[in-house]
C-alpha cells in the first residue's frame, strides 16, 4: 500500500516533517554512500583511483543534474492528480517519459561517443586517465536506471507518496 500524505489536511509543520522526512534521510543516506566511497576507494585501490573518482564527480553531477531538472517537472502532476484528472496525468506522464528518456538515451549516446574529447576538455592527468575512463563508463552505463529512479521518485512524491523513494533508494549515481 502507497503510504501517501494528504498535505491539504491537519496542521502544516507535522504535516510537512512527514513528507520531507524521508527526502532528508535519503539525502543523508547518499552522503554516507559518498563518504564510504571515497573511504573504500582511498584505501583500498589508492590515491590514483581516488583523483579519478573525485575527477569524474563533477561531470556526473553536471548529467544527473539534467535528469533530476526533467524530472522534478512532474510536479506539475499533483495538480492533476488532486484534481482528478486522470487522463490528463496520464498523458503527462507519458510525454514527460517520452521526452526524459529520450533525453536520457540522446545523453548516454552522446557520453559514450564523446567521452575521450570530454577527458581531454577537462585536462585529465594522463596518469588517472584510464582509471577516470573506466569509472565513468561503468557509471554511464547506469544513466537509464537513474532516470527511471528519479522520474518515479517524483511522480510519487506529487501525489503525495515521499516514503516510497526513500524504500526503493536509487543505485548511487554519484
Request: aromatic share 14%; proline share 3%.
Amino acid at each position: 500500500m502507497l503510504s501517501k500524505i494528504d498535505l491539504t489536511q491537519g496542521g502544516i509543520t507535522g504535516t510537512l516533517l512527514r513528507f520531507t522526512l524521508p527526502m532528508i534521510i535519503g539525502s543523508l543516506l547518499q552522503q554516507c554512500y559518498n563518504i564510504a566511497d571515497t573511504l573504500i576507494v582511498g584505501q583500498c585501490i589508492g590515491s590514483g583511483a581516488l583523483a579519478a573518482v573525485g575527477s569524474a564527480y563533477t561531470l556526473m553531477v553536471f548529467l544527473i543534474s539534467i535528469l533530476l531538472g526533467l524530472s522534478s517537472g512532474a510536479d506539475r502532476f499533483s495538480l492533476q492528480y488532486g484534481a482528478g484528472r486522470t487522463d490528463s496525468l496520464r498523458r503527462s506522464i507519458y510525454v514527460s517519459v517520452l521526452l526524459i528518456g529520450t533525453v536520457t538515451l540522446i545523453l548516454n549516446i552522446a557520453v559514450f561517443v564523446w567521452i575521450h574529447p570530454i577527458l581531454r576538455i577537462l585536462q585529465i592527468p594522463k596518469d588517472i586517465y584510464g582509471m577516470m575512463y573506466d569509472y565513468l563508463w561503468i557509471i554511464f552505463w547506469g544513466i537509464g536506471f537513474t532516470f527511471i529512479y528519479n522520474f518515479y521518485a517524483a511522480l510519487l512524491r506529487a501525489i503525495g507518496n515521499a516514503v516510497t523513494p526513500l524504500w526503493f533508494w536509487r543505485f548511487p549515481s554519484y
